[in-house]
């Protein structure tokens, strides 16, 4: 089965486009705190999958398997770029004026 043919072209295309439109204006804090919404939202989505398969609600446990492998790459993400962000500012705050 192919993934790609679930998702309509058109659709793909106007997602993208308003994510340029948006990326275009928003500031560096304000896609930080979008990210940072994102991984909080995947991380309780994660969590109820969890609760839901020990108590026998969710019975197909791919789906909660898939979203707390989402939560963890997401989570995996975002501390890097923190990491990053944090190296970069201790190399600025090291340089000699």
Known sequence: M????????NLT???NDNN?????????????KKSINDVNNLQIAADTAIKEISTGKMDNIQ???MAIEKA?????LL???KNKAV???NQIMNMQV
């Open 2 to 9: 192919k993934v790609d043919s679930l998702i309509p072209s």
């Open 13 to 15: 295309t106007q997602i």
């Open 20 to 32: 340029n439109k948006n990326d275009e204006n928003a500031s560096f804090a304000d896609l930080l």
């Open 63 to 65: 789906d909660a398997v």
């Open 72 to 76: 963890d790459v997401s989570m995996r």
């Open 79 to 81: 501390l890097e770029v």
């Open 87 to 89: 190296q970069a500012y």
